[in-house]
């Protein structure tokens, strides 16, 4: 049912798939739309009561963005489509509605797809694939993303830094690997990745079934592109040019020099990038051993409680 209501009488979805960026262009042109014509179509919405005051009101089901930028205009009615929806088929039509959306991220989106589980125990994921109008294959990969709980690898996902092809990958190793291969998740293509990655895996497996630990991993230079406003100013100033090709006699030897430099490929580059290595393998290490330690102190702390019981 379609209506126009007082804009203060409708409330977000505690349980929205997605989040607000007020700082994106999208968002900013929505706005800026908005001030110029107006509101145009209608957020979905659904009739609740709220279970303190008795007051009715609407729960936002879709339109997250127009909603928001509605408030941010300062419109004080709105048109919404009135449903009759429960938290299963709000969180599907969420899904749905934003799949096909630049701006859905895909470890919310994962997230997402949990929830739908949780909330059906019974349901599997080849159901939640036909429901949801998508491949099992599709549904496997965006579940395995929920793995991981480090928030920088998280982050880099959302934000579009690291191809998704990658990240499946990087979620089936263990957290303490994110380390060694977080740079290359990033910066290499899935075709260069995945296959370093997977062998790694292997390493661990078979480590594992050998109950053994399996070797740490060695440093290994990752190439990717300097960024071009420092290659335009090593065109234009011609120092740096001119100090990596010093002593260079053979011209494709001084070319390869450059190139080198322009991967990080080159000594300096090289130099740095396993200081940074060598510095996140201590902290990672550090960071085993203060747990290790944590854990030995709740275990004597608990074996002291034990003890003072008994007596």
């Known amino acids: 049912m379609l209506k126009t ?14 989040t607000v960026n007020r700082k994106s262009e999208d968002f900013l042109g929505l706005i800026e739309s908005m001030r110029i014509s107006g509101f145009a179509g209608a957020i979905v919405v659904r009739p609740k009561v709220d279970p303190d005051t008795k007051a009715e009101y609407y729960e936002l089901c879709d339109g997250l963005h127009r909603f928001t930028a509605a408030k941010e205009v300062g419109l004080t009615e709105i048109n919404v489509d009135i449903k009759d929806l429960n938290d299963d088929q709000i969180l599907e039509a969420q899904i749905m509605g ?37 491949s099992s294959k599709f549904i496997r990969a965006r579940l ?23 990240a499946y990958v990087l979620a089936k190793l263990p957290e303490d690997e994110y380390a060694n291969f977080l740079d290359a998740a990033v910066t290499e293509p899935p075709a260069q990745f995945i296959p370093k990655a997977t062998e790694r895996l292997k ?78 393998q201590a902290e990672k290490e ?4 203060e747990k290790a330690a944590a854990r030995e102190v709740k275990k004597q702390e608990a074996a002291d409680q034990a003890a003072a019981a008994i007596s």
């Open 203 to 280: 390493e661990i497996k078979e480590a594992l079934r050998a109950g053994k630990k399996a070797e740490p991993v060695r440093f290994v230079p990752v190439a990717h592109m300097q960024k071009m406003k420092d290659i335009k100013e090593a065109r234009d100033d011609g120092t740096l040019v001119a100090t990596l090709i010093a002593g260079i006699e053979d011209p494709a030897a001084a070319a390869q020099a450059v190139l080198d430099w322009v991967l990080h490929l080159d000594k300096n580059s090289l130099d740095a990038a396993e200081a940074k290595w060598n510095q996140k």
């Open 286 to 289: 550090q960071k085993k051993a």
């Open 144 to 166: 395995s993303l929920n793995k991981i709980t480090n928030q920088q690898v998280l982050d880099l996902i959302d934000e579009q830094k690291m191809p998704l092809a990658n």
């Open 98 to 134: 934003n799949f096909h959306k630049i701006e859905t991220k895909a470890a919310e989106y994962a997230k997402g797809l949990k929830r739908i589980l949780t909330r059906n125990p019974m349901m599997t994921e080849a159901e939640l694939a036909g429901r949801l109008g998508m």
């Open 5 to 18: 209501v007082a804009i203060g009488l409708v409330r977000e979805n505690v349980a929205a798939l997605r």
